[in-house]
């Protein structure tokens, strides 16, 4: 109690406890609560920077589970600090009513991605299919007397997982993948050879591929190609709706 009657004097920072923050005081944007939307975004950086070489397979892994690990947009930002792509990412949203403005690319523009069927045929002959394509859940290869090249490595996954049915009867069928995805499956030879070069990638959620079929007196091939790896396997990235 002061001299005046006044009440209690507030204590100093040197002698007690700070003030309580106001029950009504904005929260920092740092302890704000991280939604799977910003999550996914700093996860796409790290997944650019591995595809370029700026991270190696141990840190690409660790920040990808510590980005879907985290809580608060605080967690995430320091992911991507020391990347050039970090650009002071900001998580914050446009007031309503403000005008959108569209991203400016930070490289050479890419061509959109072509459809394709989902079924390749090569009858004495021979069918390829290369560059930036679409590529679905399921593909077929049929090589009769023929040959059927697929290479994934430019290609656009716009599904989790990739199933390859291969029938090869007196032709070949070789596949050709990104090293950052996962290669698996296996088929049946029969006076012919069925070879899959299995791997896994180190981000757990980059697209399978699976392959799987018949070779009879022919052959298959699937292996990853080194030196390539994939940028975009989600259709969002697109633009896609």
């Known amino acids: 109690m002061d001299d005046q009657g006044q009440?209690?004097?507030?204590?100093?920072?040197?002698?007690?406890?700070?003030p309580a923050r106001p029950a009504h005081a904005p929260v920092a944007e740092a302890e704000m609560r991280a939604s799977d939307a910003d999550r996914e975004r700093v996860a796409e950086l790290l997944r650019d920077a591995y595809a370029e070489g700026r991270l190696d397979v141990e840190e690409h892994a660790e920040r990808i589970e510590a980005a879907y690990a985290a809580k608060t947009l605080g967690e995430l930002v320091p992911l991507t600090r020391d990347l050039p792509v970090h650009r002071e990412v900001s998580f914050e949203k446009p007031?309503?009513?403000?005008?959108?403005?569209?991203?400016?690319?930070?490289?050479?523009?890419?061509?959109?991605?072509?459809?394709?069927a989902p079924t390749m045929l090569a009858v004495f002959g021979?069918?390829?299919r290369k560059g930036r394509w679409r590529v679905g859940s399921n593909l077929r290869a049929v090589a009769i007397?023929?040959?059927?090249?697929?290479?994934?490595?430019?290609?656009?996954?716009?599904?989790p997982e990739v199933v390859i049915d291969v029938v090869a009867i007196f032709g070949g069928?070789?596949?050709?993948?990104?090293?950052?995805v996962s290669l698996h499956g296996g088929g049946v030879g029969i006076f012919g050879g069925f070879d899959v070069k299995e791997q896994t990638a180190a981000d757990p959620y980059a697209p399978v591929v699976r392959v799987k079929g018949t070779a009879v007196f022919g052959g298959c091939e699937a292996k990853p190609r080194r030196g390539k790896k994939l940028k975009e396997w989600v259709r969002k990235q697109l633009g896609a709706d």
């Open 7 to 18: 009440g209690p004097v507030p204590m100093t920072k040197s002698g007690g406890t700070p």
């Open 95 to 116: 007031p309503l009513g403000a005008p959108a403005s569209a991203p400016r690319p930070d490289g050479p523009v890419r061509l959109p991605a072509r459809n394709e």
């Open 126 to 128: 021979g069918s390829s």
């Open 145 to 159: 007397f023929g040959g059927v090249e697929i290479d994934l490595t430019d290609a656009v996954f716009e599904s």
């Open 173 to 180: 069928v070789e596949i050709k993948v990104p090293e950052n």
